[in-house]
């Protein structure tokens, strides 16, 4: 008698950490927290331009605007970022006629250095903007076609390792020098994976949490189909973007056993999104688990103040407390709405502060949980092999 | 013998659009097209600030947003309009830290008169700044606490019908006063819809077309459970959260069956979620139907030029093409590689010109093709019951 398995197998959660620790050897990402920083940080002093123009499309840039767009507001950066990941010409042509173009600093970020949107985009500032060292900076894998425009034009060029995917690459150089060079401390956001990093490693407080979690999204991949970050605070809006390529792009393939796998990753940022999204999920159809992210201090203390009785508007409940209170009651009253339903499973991330360690831990943290839903799903986490295909479409009708 | 139905009715094509005629009487968003407009356009030429501040959320601003942010970029308009639809304090000072705030006229906007999120806002502002008739104008609901206070107070007031819901506001007051105000053209904007309403009452070229999609998404809502809209230009980049709300809350019912009902909006812009979510539709499980949006006509013309041998980077078959011609190319080859999926059913909206006329056509046709799905369903599209339960528990919060 002779069996022959031909379903994927289930594997224990301490076999999928296994499989991690295995990842450690030749998945970039994970040692990035460990890197020496010193050449990013010298380069970046150097660029004395106030706006940093990024010119770059996905993984490139999505990461780099979770981390500005989380701490702009709440800091006095002398510089800006401006992000040029577009080739809508409308928007490329009002963005680069609100900018002073003399002062400003281009870093063209393309991991295989022949990405078409970057590309295009970089050739038509070529021709607009005379770029040299003083003003353009390079972040490319090794020898592809921006490197060696770089080599042949003596512009400095920062290195992607191979193996650290695109939307993995934020703690990389693609993020790291930009957000260094408006003033971000970025061995704080170092810190920050570690943190992440040992807690999960060392099979301490971190660890259960994200093998666990990965597992039950896993065994209920058909019944919650559909994964929402809810997030409390505009602050996190490019996170949310950030969020949903992570999580799409990894997961969404065939697998092992030549299944289609993926996981839906949805974004919401409250309250807002409580005047949009909510009703769908209380009263629709149960296909959704949710994540909601807070943070506990806002470090900001504006009140909504008592009006006097002349000018009274009403709603006199809502007088005399911060919009900072405001806003965490909001996600706390949504996330009691959704614990009443009692069949739709939820999480609740509260982060500590606005600073660097607690956004970097939030993502590492992301990039971890995906890493196990991987392996779980016996997938490439790391691969995009269906994006060639439009690809290959697109040259063929360039060419004719 | 006695036989008792217990489950919904699946009705004709011909008994939906019956349906739908008889809502012309009582749901008000249908007859929109054909107001005065006279009324609105005078106050509009009379603010005469250069930032027009809204203070609204939800459907008081996203249709909004989604019409000015697809016009701004190709045209001159002389005044801004600002979006202040959160309460997020730190998003609130830097946004107001940036305004010139003795320029700006406020928009307040409350159908209810006491969403919690504007009102506070309101509070916030009428503390900082000296709110008259000069500088003030509220668009609320008759006998509303808004309403209330625009009469004690002599400020100009619009109203919003009481049968016209938020997220169906956008062609009322809602949005076209401040439209108005910064120079959109809004009888071209109500014209766009008059087409629609045409060719779907009067059983023309758009009757068809929207019946049958909506019918098709019902038959098969719990094979296809996720919509996604992928357009291709960033000028859409409101408009697929305008979407996003109008799907979600219309679509997210428990029905007169009493089963949960609701299909789930996905928005994707082109070509950067290529970059992100593409890979999920084509490798990933076969959950999700695709609409893509693109614009025949960009009206620019600005061309990828090409490098002289010096500063040659590669990629030569990109040169000489416009963005405009790029990002449709994308758009075709994105489409086709779904298409040569076979199961991924999808459809594409061309529009011809970025103008008032055919966003408005866009809008207007997405609002028609929820209220067939919502017939289809037999649920009650326009309003939104569930979101009262996370507002309870706020507001008992907040009186504690």
Redesign the interface.
């Known amino acids: 008698m002779h069996y022959q398995r031909n379903f994927y197998e289930i594997r224990s959660n301490q076999e999928i950490f296994k499989d991690i620790c295995k990842e450690l050897n030749h998945v970039g990402y994970y040692r990035l927290p460990f890197q020496d920083t010193s050449k990013i940080k010298a380069h970046a002093t150097k660029i004395t331009q106030k706006n940093i123009i990024i010119v770059g499309?996905?993984?490139s840039i999505?990461g780099t605007k979770a981390i500005y767009t989380f701490l702009?507001?709440?800091r006095a950066f002398q510089k800006k970022l401006i992000f040029l990941?577009?080739?809508?010409?409308?928007?490329?042509?009002?963005l680069l006629g609100e900018i002073k173009l003399e002062d400003s600093h281009f870093i063209v970020i393309s991991k295989s250095?022949?990405?078409?949107?970057p590309?295009?985009l970089?050739?038509?500032l070529?021709?607009k903007i005379d770029l040299d060292k003083s003003n353009l900076t390079i972040i490319t894998g090794k020898d592809s076609?921006?490197d060696?425009?770089s080599q042949r034009?003596d512009i400095n060029c920062f290195y992607i390792d191979e193996n650290v995917g695109?939307r993995f690459s934020v703690f990389s150089p693609v993020g790291l020098l930009p957000l260094a060079s408006v003033g971000v401390d970025i061995d704080a956001l170092l810190d920050g994976c570690k943190e992440i990093f040992d807690g999960f490693f060392d099979q301490k407080n971190h660890y259960e949490h994200i093998i666990k979690k990965a597992r039950f999204l896993v065994e209920n991949k058909s019944r919650f189909?559909?994964n929402i970050v809810f997030s409390y605070?505009?602050?996190f809006k490019e996170f949310n973007?950030w969020y949903?390529?992570l999580w799409?792009?990894s997961?969404?393939?065939?697998n092992s056993n030549g299944t289609?796998?993926?996981l839906?990753p949805?974004a919401l940022l409250g309250?807002?999104d409580?005047?949009?999204?909510?009703?769908?999920?209380?009263?629709?159809?149960?296909?959704?688990t949710v994540t909601f992210i807070k943070v506990k201090n806002?470090?900001?203390?504006?009140i909504?103040?008592h009006?006097n009785s002349s000018?009274?508007?009403?709603?006199d409940?809502?007088?005399k407390?911060?919009?900072?209170d405001?806003?965490n009651?909001?996600a706390?009253?949504?996330y009691?709405?959704i614990i009443?339903q009692k069949d739709i499973p939820c999480d609740l991330i509260t982060l500590e502060s606005?600073d660097e360690r607690n956004i970097a831990m939030l993502m590492y943290r992301f990039q971890l949980i995906v890493s196990c839903i991987g392996a779980f799903l016996q997938i490439n986490t790391y691969n995009?092999?269906?994006?060639e295909?439009?690809?290959d479409?697109?040259?063929s009708?360039?060419?004719k």
């Open positions: 499309i996905g993984g999505l702009k507001t709440s990941d577009t080739i809508d010409p409308l928007e490329v042509n009002y250095g022949d990405t078409i949107e590309i295009s970089f050739k038509y070529d021709i076609l921006l060696l425009f034009n695109g189909t559909n605070s505009s602050i973007s949903i390529q799409a792009e997961l969404g393939k065939i289609r796998q993926g839906t949805i309250p807002d409580q005047h949009s999204f909510l009703q769908l999920i209380i009263d629709g159809v149960r296909n959704k806002l470090k900001d203390k504006s909504i103040p009006n000018r009274k508007i009403g709603l409940f809502i007088e407390i911060s919009f900072n405001l806003i009651m909001q706390d009253s949504t009691e709405a009443q606005v995009q092999p269906a994006v295909l439009g690809k479409i697109l040259k009708k360039l060419k």
